[in-house]
């Protein structure tokens, strides 16, 4: 199914239940921009895949602060 961005934007709703059963394709100003489709079980990884992030921590003593020197640490090199 075409839609229009503001019809979508409008009757977003209406769009989730039509996605069920046909892609939706989401068009502004002549051209698609987005296709809304139903999820494939293998395209979404499953929540445990991330709890692993941090080597050697478990998933319960993650903070924010240790994701952002994570990050920091991979992409520069040292420690804070």
Do not use: C, W
């Not at 709703?13 to 698609?32: A, C, M, P, T």
């Not at 494939?40 to 478990?58: C, E, M």
């Amino acid at each position: 199914m075409l839609v229009s961005a503001t019809a979508f934007q409008n009757e977003v709703g209406k769009y989730l239940k039509i996605v069920k059963k046909e892609d939706v394709y989401v068009q502004n100003h002549g051209k698609v921009v987005a296709v809304i489709s139903k999820p494939d079980k293998k395209v979404i990884p499953p929540l445990s895949s991330f709890a692993g992030i941090l080597k050697g921590k478990v998933p319960e003593d993650i903070t924010m602060k240790d994701i952002k020197e994570e990050r920091l640490r991979e992409k520069y090199g040292y420690d804070l």
